[in-house]
């Protein structure tokens, strides 16, 4: 079974400029999670999705953003970019989000912004 | 809100060693329990999970866990740590509603 993958691997953006961010998750899972990892903050919660709905959602601002389309792919979007948005991005998937089920982890996006 | 807190945030250790990596969490509710691991260049995956029964747990690669609820813990322990266990830890807490509560981490380096 192939694994969770993101894409891209690396990404290089400029303050002020939007970024989209992909995630396939695990064939048969629905839910998809977004976390934010820094040296600094370690993991941090962004939202989840299951079946297209936005269920859960961390603290971050309104700049940060996701969907999930009918095939449990999602995507996540940063508009206005800014120094401190430059993290690893993680996507989890698994196949429901009732706290029974692992989540499976992609190698993440490296966002960098200058 | 719910918060995880590993106590030790870097943690050096020579082959053989015990291990012990602190993990307290703070909710009222139900929980489910996890500890991730993330080698280096690779992906962050499941050590071991508790969700309920026997408090001790046992992982992959000899790692345990063992659930103290009286005092909200959660700690992973291996007997005899190798080169190759050196990685990143993470302590995760899940509640029902699927909002997933990861502590900052600890990095172990094993000396060969």
């Known amino acids: ?73 999602s995507e996540m979007n940063v508009s206005t970019l800014e120094l401190g948005d430059s993290a690893l991005y993680l996507c989890a998937s698994s196949l429901s989000r009732n706290g029974y089920n692992e989540q499976f982890f992609g190698p993440g996006t490296r966002l960098t912004v200058l | 809100a719910q918060s995880v807190s590993q106590h030790n945030h870097h943690v050096i250790l020579s082959e053989a060693a015990s291990l012990e990596l ?48 009286s005092k909200f813990s959660f700690n992973l322990r291996k007997p005899s740590v190798q080169w190759s266990d050196t990685a990143e830890y993470f302590c995760a807490v899940d509640t029902n509603a699927g909002k997933s509560t990861f502590g900052d981490g600890t990095t172990l380096t094993v000396k060969p």
């Open chain 2, 22 to 69: 602190g993990c307290n969490y703070s909710y009222g509710g139900t929980v489910n329990l996890f500890w991730y691991v993330q080698y280096p260049g690779q992906h962050l995956q499941l050590l071991l999970k508790y969700f309920s029964g026997d408090p001790l747990v046992k992982g992959i690669k000899g790692f345990e866990a063992e659930f103290i609820k």
């Open chain 1, 1 to 73: 079974k192939a694994g969770v993958t993101q894409t891209p691997r690396y990404l290089i953006k400029t303050r002020g400029q939007q970024v989209t961010l992909s995630c396939s998750p695990i064939s048969g899972h629905r839910s998809v999670s977004w976390y934010q990892q820094t040296p600094g903050q370690g993991l941090q919660f962004l939202f989840e999705y299951f079946s297209e709905t936005q269920r859960n959602k961390g603290n971050f601002p309104g700049r940060f953003s996701g969907r999930q389309f009918s095939n449990s792919r």
